[in-house]
């Protein structure tokens, strides 16, 4: 934990200056206020750090966990305790994590397929950025996204001119100073500039502040059972289950996203028990309830942090801000922290899968825009498990026609155990063992088994050219796609050269609609056949040698 202590300290007080105006902003948004949102940042932050199973991964209230947080809230304020019913939500939310953990079922959030999941973290964008139209313009927000846009026409006859102006300047430097310097945080020097600008302008007192936080070591707010009945007693598990499943997958998506960075594995049932311990005493403290943070952990990462250290860094330094800087908090417009989170809204949607909707086969197009359409109008958990249903049945759908059943990703724990096909037995003879590696590929390439094929790309040996082998497969869905795209990638920044063999039907025209061929791929890579391939391989490794 203490290795590299100069690189985990700067890339933890880093995060801790990154996830400080996002915290407060979150915290504003759930309205519970900025102090449960800072809170929430420091208490995960630590104990998820300290007791999950991803060493650089830093945590805090995100986008997802705040809008299902902000429907519960809403939920329990109109009921008899509705603060301590709330809080213990929070709680039970956590214990579910940590069952849920020592269960091993984070495993199976690798099963949701990239329609499914593009839909799911586009919709909670849109959710986000419906959510700050209306602070932005210094108004109360509509309860539910429903409403937000029935009564978007009377927006403009009712917002307020000088807070619309500062959400847009906040908004502004957020994008433009990246292009002076990267060095500090867009969105902290959107949150000071702005805030110090406004306070000294002539209108300020038409404008919106938020509320002071109290500049005090984090007291237990939940000192007690809430009132609970049996309507009560099934929202809680209800709440807090959806609560639990989606700071799991929201968690471990970024510990794949850290894994992927460091080079590292992530233990998941570790994961989610230092996940569940975190949001448990989150919620013991008046705390919003979170997950692994992507940008935060990227940041991390890229500032040196290596182990735990800089997540426990991280937490302190937000500590020392609540210690400190309570009382400054208060200065801070509320349009500010609207545009702040509009900006996060706009960076959480998935351009990706938008942009290739059009080349996607029509079924998972289909999805990705009903998930997308339920998770905003109907919920977020409902809206994931009809995507990963649903994806499920138009797959088996297209396994009965395409009438292919097996699909395999054989081990590689022991490389020189995988059978040469019969065609290739005597082309590689004459070619060192460490310079090429052919990798066989069977049946469907789909979301099932997109995480293994990852794994086993990022697990070949050091060797000069990978040839993967397409002939048979006969299908490759969007999650594989990117898969396989990913894992390419990856082999490359090791200096790898990738050729693909067999590549026909299906999968050579989605490699072809979402332009991995030729912009990843070039056309000189891909052959009809191993025995041309073969030939272009020797070829190859002969000018090499020749130029050592």
């Known amino acids: 934990m203490l290795k590299d202590l100069r690189g985990n300290l700067f890339g933890g007080i880093t995060a801790g200056i990154v996830a400080m105006p996002l915290a407060l902003a979150f915290g504003e948004q759930s309205g519970l206020g900025p102090q449960a949102g800072l809170i929430g940042a420091l208490m995960i932050g630590f104990f998820a750090a300290l007791l999950g199973g991803t060493a650089t991964q830093i945590s805090g209230p995100t986008a997802p966990m705040t809008s299902l947080a902000i429907v519960l809230i809403a939920t329990f304020s109109a009921m008899e305790g509705g603060i301590l019913l709330t809080l213990f939500t929070f709680f039970v939310a956590g214990i579910i994590q940590i069952l849920m953990g020592v269960f091993g079922i984070g495993k199976y959030v690798k099963y949701i397929p990239y329609p499914a999941l593009s839909g799911f973290m586009t919709a909670i964008g849109v959710l986000i950025i419906l959510g700050q ?17 029935l009564e978007f026409p009377t927006l403009f006859d009712t917002l307020d001119i000088y807070e619309l102006g500062i959400g847009i300047a906040t908004i502004a430097v957020i994008y433009l100073f990246p ?10 020097v959107a949150l000071i500039v702005v805030s110090a600008i406004v306070y000294f302008l002539p209108f300020k007192d038409r404008v919106l502040f938020i509320n002071s936080i109290e500049s005090h070591i984090p007291t237990p707010q939940l000192t007690q059972i809430p009132p609970l009945n049996k309507e009560t007693i099934l929202l809680v598990l209800e709440y807090g289950g959806m609560l639990a499943a989606l700071g799991a997958i929201d968690s471990l998506l970024t510990s794949v996203i850290a894994d992927n960075i460091t080079k590292t594995k992530h233990n998941s049932k570790r994961e989610l028990i230092g996940q569940g311990i975190g949001n448990a005493i989150s919620g013991i403290f008046g705390g919003l309830p979170g997950a692994g943070a992507t940008i935060r952990t990227v940041v991390n990462i890229n500032s040196g942090g290596t182990t735990r250290l800089s997540g426990v860094v991280h937490a302190i330094v937000l500590l020392l801000i609540l210690l400190i800087f309570g009382e400054y908090v208060s200065f801070i417009p509320k349009s500010v922290l609207a545009g702040i989170l509009f900006t996060v809204g706009i960076g959480v949607i998935d351009y990706k899968g938008l942009r290739h909707l059009r080349h996607v086969p029509r079924a998972e197009a289909f999805v990705l825009i009903l998930v997308l359409i339920l998770a905003v109008f109907m919920g977020l958990v409902e809206a994931i498990v009809v995507g990963v249903v649903l994806s499920s049945l138009l797959f088996m759908r297209q396994a009965e026609e395409i009438g292919v059943a097996k699909t395999e990703v054989t081990s590689l724990e022991n490389f020189k155990k995988e059978m040469p096909w019969m065609d290739e037995k005597d082309l590689f003879k004459d070619i060192p063992e460490d310079a090429v590696y052919v990798k066989h590929l069977y049946g469907f390439l789909f979301f099932g088994i997109s995480s293994e094929f990852q794994k086993m790309i990022k697990n070949l040996p050091d060797v000069k050219i990978v040839i993967i082998r397409f002939e048979r497969v006969p299908y490759i869905d969007q999650t594989g796609l990117y898969a396989l795209e990913d894992s390419i990638l990856d082999l490359e920044r090791r200096g790898i050269e990738v050729y693909l063999t067999g590549v026909k039907g299906q999968p050579l025209s989605m490699l072809k609609a979402l332009k991995v061929v030729p912009e990843l791929i070039g056309t000189g890579h891909i052959f ?21």
Not at 135 to 148: D, H, R, T
Not at 179 to 188: G, R
């Open 133 to 149: 139209i209306y602070p932005i313009s210094g108004l109360k927000s509509p309860a539910g996204a429903l409403n937000q846009v």
């Open 528 to 548: 009809k056949n191993i025995e041309d391939c073969a030939i272009h391989v020797s070829n190859v490794l002969e000018k090499s040698q020749k130029k050592e």
């Open 179 to 188: 292009k002076i310097t990267k060095a500090v945080p867009s969105t902290l």
